[in-house]
């Protein structure tokens, strides 16, 4: 069965490219978390931040105390770095020129609990930085604008992005959309469609250029932005458009 665009699941994915880590001091590996015993509920990691430092991606977080924090691949291929005793983690890594797509997981003991997003370093994170998740709207890393994201499975669109005061009129098309004010200013406004659209924040214009034909996590250049467009399932897809931010 397809999974649609309201729904939630997690999502497995392999990097494109693996980086290596380094420690915060850059004194070689991250250490890993001290053995800890096996419980019934490990909290899986929230990547809260990531960006570029010179030649360094360095990503943030949040999981469980002490906790074990790995950006794991479906090959293997990993990296990892201990979280402190309030759980919080910092990753760096040396930047790579590819795109990079890692799946958080923490570990406790013999426990694992991968994280239901994904983490998407588009151009090793020169181009847009994003967590995305299956029938979630995305969250941009890099920065916040009036429009984030536009999400679709060719049957409904999520338009998210965040606003100083209150959330913004949406229209999709000149229909009006239903908009949902969240945490910080951030919003999200759900339609329908399957196909481009234009989409109106306020007075901002954007033109969708609807879902792709690339299942493979492959970013490609589409309208005034990137599309990524991801399986979800044997059947499903998810698009995700990012607009590019004004200079």
């Given at each position: 069965?397809?999974?649609?665009?309201?729904?939630?699941a997690a999502l497995s994915a392999t990097p494109l490219v693996v980086l290596a880590a380094?420690?915060?001091?850059?004194e070689g590996a991250a250490r890993p978390a001290d053995a800890q015993t096996a419980s019934a509920w490990v909290q899986p990691p929230h990547v809260d931040a990531a960006f570029r430092?010179?030649?360094?991606?360095?990503?943030?977080?949040?999981a469980g105390p002490d906790a074990r924090v790995v950006l794991?691949?479906?090959?293997?291929a990993a990296v990892a770095v201990g979280a402190d005793a309030t759980g919080r983690f910092e990753l760096r890594a040396p930047a790579a020129t590819g795109d990079i797509r890692l799946t958080p997981?923490?570990?406790?003991?013999?426990?694992?609990?991968?994280s239901p997003e994904t983490l998407v370093l588009i151009r090793g994170g020169t181009g847009p930085m994003i967590l995305i998740a299956a029938g979630e709207p995305t969250v941009r890393l890099d920065g916040r604008g009036v429009l984030d994201a536009v999400d679709s499975d060719g049957s409904a669109v999520i338009?998210?992005?965040r606003t100083a005061g209150g959330p913004p009129t949406v229209l999709v098309d000149g229909a009006r959309a239903s908009v949902m004010a969240g945490a910080g200013g951030t919003w999200r406004a759900t339609a329908s469609g399957n196909g481009p659209a234009v989409i109106m924040v306020g007075d901002a214009r954007f033109d969708f250029p609807g879902v792709g034909a690339e299942s493979d996590f492959t970013p490609v250049r589409a309208g005034q932005g990137w599309r990524l467009t991801w399986p979800t399932g044997?059947?499903?897809r998810q698009t995700t458009w990012l607009p590019d931010r004004a200079s």
């Open positions: 069965m397809k999974r649609r665009i309201i729904a939630m380094c420690s915060r001091n850059g430092d010179g030649g360094v991606v360095v990503v943030r977080g949040l794991r691949g479906a090959n293997g997981e923490v570990q406790v003991g013999e426990d694992a609990a991968p338009v998210s992005g044997p059947s499903g």
